[in-house]
């Protein structure tokens, strides 16, 4: 157990969830990654119980968490979207599309390139 102003000294990162950090994601505005950075480690530690001197703001924003009241802080609602982004399923992008039929493997564009070609030589 630490104290308050233990958590608050150290910036908060996710690397496993955020990378390249916050601002980079595209998922939060710059004051949500102010406030994420600042109070993360100390929200982190107030969800885990390892905050020995909570104050009353700590309280509410464990009953923000638990649902049971609405966040009014900013750094209240950064937290939840924070959540809420973690907790999405990954997205993943590729550059193949699928296909029905065995001859829609291969299209063969050199062809139909060569034919253009020529008739623009000869024009």
């Known amino acids: 157990m630490q104290s308050r102003d233990f958590f608050l000294r150290k910036r908060f990162f996710d690397d496993q969830h955020f990378p390249y950090g916050f601002s980079r994601s595209g ?3 710059v004051s949500e990654v102010a406030q994420l950075e600042k109070f993360g480690n ?3 530690a107030l969800v885990d119980g390892e905050v020995s001197d909570p104050t009353e703001e700590d309280q509410h924003f464990l009953q923000v968490i ?4 609405d966040a009014s802080t900013l750094a209240e609602k950064a937290w ?3 959540l809420k982004c973690c907790n999405r399923a990954p997205v993943w992008l590729t550059t193949r599309r699928a296909s029905n039929d ?6 063969d564009d050199d062809e139909s390139i060569d034919s253009d070609f020529d008739e623009a030589l000869e024009a």
Not at 66 to 69: I, V
Not at 102 to 107: P, S
């Open 102 to 107: 065995a001859e829609d493997d291969f299209v």
């Open 27 to 29: 998922d939060f505005t």
């Open 66 to 69: 638990q649902g049971e009241t």
């Open 42 to 44: 100390l929200f982190k």
């Open 80 to 82: 939840l979207k924070y």
